[in-house]
């Protein structure tokens, strides 16, 4: 099972939820492994505090002229959907931070005047965390292509019985780059109205990649009722509720686990686990069934 965590806002609770879970499951005796896609902010070693056991560069490919070749027709800068190609006075000027690496200008040269140089924009590193194989990424300041760092996250994806992503925020690209090929997304959102038009935009990035979800409300008895209106008008299933305990912010800003802090919230991840595994099974019966009636 590939679960990724994700939200339509940051702040919502998603990394304390993918550690707490990933611990629980941890206990249980599960093989678990934890991903933090968050790759310009991860923060899920804080809690972990796993041993780092390696680190890696990540590279993309970028253009690289080769003069003599160039006649200057500006072929490129015209196919460069991100401007960072230009030609002035027969001269190609590349802006390497605004290059994501599409091969385009490669591809329409006339001339075959380009190749392609890798170029670092961060890191990942792997360890273990008690039980957990864990592997995380650092995008470098300034750097644009976040996804190409998630995806070296995802490549340290193992064959561990339990995959649990913690994805950026949001709805945009590094998001669908880390959960589009997840079995399972929780979407993590609060009982706001900031909370519930992110978790609108959350569940339309769901549908629209067509993957099973579910949703989690942290400090679920502030604000009002109208996120669990919306669940139910939209028939999605609540998997998880976290109250408004001070106990918890304190033991987040300690940097300890919530299920370590306060034993009692550890039945609370098993029943959210338990949800997912029986929703997802009922998901993918459903979606049998359909195709099967459908084929007939």
């Excluded at 796993?50 to 890696?56: D, G, M, V």
Aim: a negative charge; hydrophobic letters at 40%.
């Amino acid at each position: 099972m590939k679960l990724a965590i994700a939200s339509g806002k940051g702040g919502t609770g998603k990394t304390t939820i993918a550690t707490n879970l990933a611990l629980t499951l941890d206990d249980k005796g599960m093989e678990v492994q934890l991903l933090d896609c968050d790759v310009e902010e991860p923060n899920c070693h804080i809690f972990l505090k796993p041993k780092i056991e390696s680190t890696a560069p990540v590279t993309v490919l970028i253009p690289k002229v080769i003069e003599e070749k160039c006649t200057g027709c500006g072929v490129c800068a015209e196919v460069c959907e991100y401007s960072a190609i230009a030609v002035i006075k027969g001269k190609v000027l590349i802006f390497p931070e605004l290059c994501h690496g599409c091969g385009a200008c490669k591809l329409f040269c006339p001339e075959n005047a380009f190749i392609e140089v890798p170029r670092e924009v961060g890191i990942i590193e792997e360890g273990k965390a008690s039980g957990i194989s864990f592997t995380h990424g650092f995008l470098n300041i300034g750097e644009l292509m976040s996804p190409a760092v998630i995806d070296e996250v995802k490549k340290a994806a193992g064959d561990k019985e339990i995959v649990i992503l913690d994805s950026p925020p949001g709805t945009s690209c590094p998001v669908i780059a880390a959960v589009k090929d997840a079995d399972f997304v929780l979407l993590v959102t609060e009982p706001t109205p900031f909370g519930l038009n992110d978790l609108e935009l959350a569940v339309g990035m769901a549908r629209e990649l067509k993957l099973p979800f579910a949703v989690a409300i942290n400090r679920s008895d502030v604000g009002n009722e109208d996120v669990k209106e919306y669940c139910r008008r939209e028939k999605i299933e609540i998997v998880l509720e976290i109250p408004n305990d001070r106990r918890i912010a304190e033991a987040y800003s300690r940097g300890e686990m919530v299920i370590h802090a306060l034993p009692e919230y550890q039945k609370t991840f098993e029943t959210c686990w338990e949800k997912i595994i029986d929703l997802h099974q009922n998901m993918m019966q459903a979606e049998q069934q359909e195709k099967t009636a459908t084929e007939s």
